[in-house]
């Protein structure tokens, strides 16, 4: 790592320009951190020095220093002087919030025609869902919840607004949780969200410009949904391995594609249900930190490994490059809409003030459940009776594969999570597949909704069915597909 290294400044802001000196200043030196050419531990010139070089009043530079600190992006030490201390999720802070994306009435593309009708089928009351991505809800644990709402019947004297960045207990908690799968984090560096798809929005609107690339994993579950598209970012997807993400794919697409980041499910991955290796995950890890491509890690499947889990990205980075999400949804119940970000604080912060203006907090009800579940131990307990029960319907899965599809489909094994990515011979189609078993109330998740161009695969879930159910209607898509 370079250290105390002189920075050369030619450049000048336009004092005739509509925009603000102060705000031309803050903007050269994001655009010289991010590019690269003024490396972490880059030592800036004296306020004094810089007010002479851009030929301005020390107030401006100041006022200029104060907002690239608040953003994270420079840091004065006693005796040391100001250093560049971030170059990826800091440098993106000065983008303003794109709310006429949320306000106008074409704010959200209309989804793909498939998705619109099986989030429609999904709740007919005869349907066997077979790759719906939530939990058996009756797998929820009633009695743990009775014992919570009646303890916060008593506590609780009134629900009032929470905290900009969530309860503040919420997110002790959240901090301790974190411990247990191997992300240090405090809590200046976390904010509750409506669940972890909010904190995607607000990532969205708060930190990326339009015309923005967004690599992810092909296929993927943002391919599913039309929020990052309709913000005007581009995705664009990258093949995967049994060891995960092929990350080196991106590299040819870096030149053309700036500005850019990494948006990955590391763990469990949805739709496929593959893992990243470890080594993989480090191999990642450096190539982000060298071509300096932020990272947004979906840790949502995070704590449903059957066995120990790889470290997630945040836990092993270094240089702020990893944005975390997590959620409760997954493991305990969408509902309750509750999620979190782990970013750097001044991040957290912009991050936390857009969510204010756009709907004043998550539940406050749902908060102190969550805070009563993990502070009380039940979720931990939960969590591992819930492991135990997924990894005998993910066997189960495993074993009716095996017995009805091994001659007409392929299939990996998923170490956790919910899904199994099945995918048929090249004689069978999917789309016809999906209407023949809607007849047999088998309600498909199509591979096309999840990926960049067609496939002939499945998002099979072994997680919401039990398995009798599982073992019946795959019986009946298998007697469909040799029919």
Known sequence: MQKNI???????PDKKAKIPVYRQIVQYVCDQVASGTWPINSRLPSQRALATMFKVNRSTISTAVDELTSYGIISGQHGAGTKIVSNTWSVMLPTKPSWKKFISAGYLKESDRRLQQINQLEFSPDIIRLGTGELDPRLFPQKMWSKIMQKLSTEVTSLGYAEPLGMMNLRLAIVEHMKKIGVKVSVDNILITSGALQGLQLISSCMLEEGSTVFTEAPTYLKSIQMFQSTGLNLKGISMDNDG?????MEKYLKETEPAILYTIPTNQNPTGITMSSVRRQELMNFCIKNRLPIIEDG???????EKAPLPLNAIDENGMVMYLGSASKALAPGLRIGWVIAPEAVIKRLGDAKMQMDYGASSLSQLVFTEFLKSGMYDQYLADLKITLKKRRDNALETLEKYFKDIATWDVPVGGFYIWL??????EVDDLFERALDKGILLNPGDIYDFRHNRSLRISFAYVTEKEFNDAMKKIADLVLS
């Open 423 to 428: 995918t048929f011979n090249p004689d069978i």
């Open 245 to 249: 993400l092929e990350y080196w794919q």
């Open 6 to 12: 002189p920075l050369q400044i030619t450049w000048q």
């Open 300 to 306: 949502v499947y995070q704590e449903l490994c059957f």
